[in-house]
């Protein structure tokens, strides 16, 4: 076990955000469309689109919604045609933003995300100025309580192609290569453990911390990209105490 960062916190509170504001299906609609898109309506054969898929039918999707984003996205059935567009930037106290969006219209997009840049005290940066700050790892978060022995949580993760277990005080970190996601996630599910979280996420190398006011600044930009339409994930690289954040909850 290893390492500590405050993405399960902060992931786990994105969850219920979503589901409390109606927004988890249209997340997970897009990622399922766009994967689709890029790589083919085989679940089995695409990656990404089954990594997609699982967080649908973990989110309780109907099969229906199921279907119709990966016919959307194969061109099978009409629909708005779709971009994905990552944003990089710096917000307060040098804190690194990746902005992952996908638009009907990025001359609309674009200037609103520059715009919130600036509003919360940052910048919007040119492309790969802060991509190198993250490294895409396949992510999960599993409830402390619902492991009776860790050890063999990581045996179970490291056999099934991952790469840790990280201890986050309530809850357990798993990371894995992004390729191996999907075997991670089918050898948890052996197990009898349902993850809270389940990603394929750009994780930082390294984090800013961020004391009090500051961390609020950063937070408060965090949430704007969060609550913005056309934002699928926001990353940043920022390390705050537990009580502030739990004091946003």
């Not at 076990?1 to 994105?14: L, P, Q, R, V």
């Not at 997340?27 to 689109?49: C, F, K, M, Q």
């Not at 708005?80 to 106290?93: D, K, N, Q």
Request: aromatic letters at 6%; proline letters at 4%.
């Amino acid at each position: 076990m290893s390492g500590h960062s405050k993405w399960s916190t902060i992931k786990h509170k994105k969850g219920a955000l979503d589901a409390k504001r109606g927004k988890i299906f249209t997340r997970l609609i897009r990622e399922i469309t766009i994967s689709a898109r890029s790589g083919g309506g085989d679940v089995e054969g695409n990656p990404r689109l089954r990594t997609a898929v699982t967080a649908a039918r973990a989110a309780n999707m109907p099969k229906d919604n199921i279907d119709k984003a990966i016919k959307k996205g194969t061109g099978e059935l009409a629909g708005t045609v779709i971009e994905e567009v990552v944003y990089e930037g710096y917000g307060p106290s040098g804190v690194a933003f990746l902005v992952e969006v996908v638009t009907d219209n990025r001359m609309r997009t674009t200037p609103e995300i520059r715009h919130m840049f600036s509003k919360y005290g940052g910048s919007l940066a040119e492309s790969n100025s802060v991509a190198w700050m993250f490294e895409k790892k396949g992510y999960f978060v599993v409830d402390r309580a619902a492991v009776p022995d860790e050890d063999k949580l990581l045996e179970i993760v490291l056999e099934a192609g991952g790469e840790d277990v990280r201890d986050d005080g309530e809850s357990l970190e798993i990371i894995t290569p992004p390729e191996a996601h999907a075997q991670v996630a089918a050898a948890l599910d052996r197990a009898g453990l349902r993850p809270r979280a389940s990603s394929v996420s750009w994780l930082p190398k390294n984090t800013v911390r961020c004391e009090a006011e500051q961390a609020r600044r950063v937070l408060n930009m965090f949430d704007a990209f969060e609550d913005h339409d056309d934002v699928q994930n926001v990353y940043a690289n920022f390390d705050v105490d537990d009580s502030i954040l739990e004091d946003r909850e």
